[in-house]
């Protein structure tokens, strides 16, 4: 089974996230997304995130609800893991990737990033190893994403997947907690 890693703070977890994953199980090949509850991202020191438990219940209850819903297609393919929260701190999206693959032998692990992670990714503790062994899927945002990731293709080693077909998701947690305020 292909397993796509959907790792963020989730903070707090909102319809992009839900859409985008239940997207890709049903429109690639990908069998299932796991949205991976990140506890400590080291990209994002002194960013004030809700208590870890807190934002994997209120994940794990929000895809309950969507899929006993099941008006989402792909919805059923996608789950929430806790996996990061028995690993060292900060998360370090290769050394999950390498725990995944150990834990569970009997699947294949690929990455799900949207876009600012792709324009980042030269900050990730061991891209090369990341991008060399698993599979990735970039969302990009709209097509001005799309243009900017495909020239950087050529430069790249391994198996990228651009979601050029994907509903664009217009939100972000940053947002949904400044209306909060």
């Given at each position: ?21 239940a997207?890709?199980?049903?429109h ?18 002194g960013?004030?995130?809700?208590d ?7 994940a ?6 969507l899929?006993?819903?099941n008006n ?12 990061e ?15 995944l ?7 294949r ?23 060399e ?16 990731i ?14 050029r ?5 217009d ?11």
């Amino acid at each position: 089974m292909l397993i796509a890693i959907y790792g963020g703070s989730f903070n707090p977890l909102h319809f992009g996230h839900t859409g985008l994953a239940a997207w890709v199980a049903a429109h690639t090949d990908v069998d299932e997304v796991w949205l991976m509850v990140t506890p400590n991202n080291p990209l994002k020191p002194g960013t004030i995130l809700a208590d870890e438990q807190v934002r994997l219940q209120a994940a794990r209850q929000e895809i309950s609800r969507l899929q006993a819903a099941n008006n989402i297609e792909g919805i059923a393919r996608v789950r929430v893991s806790d996996f990061e929260f028995g690993l060292p701190r900060p998360s370090f999206t290769a050394n999950t990737l390498r725990e995944l693959t150990k834990a569970y032998p009997e699947h294949r692990f690929a990455l799900l990033i949207g876009q600012d992670n792709w324009t980042i990714r030269h900050k990730w503790r061991e891209w090369d190893s990341i991008q060399e062994n698993y599979p990735i899927y970039v969302y990009p945002r709209g097509n001005e994403g799309f243009d900017a990731i495909q020239h950087e293709l050529a430069d790249h080693k391994g198996e990228i997947h651009l979601l050029r077909e994907a509903p664009l998701f217009d939100i972000s947690s940053t947002e949904l907690r400044a209306r909060q305020q």
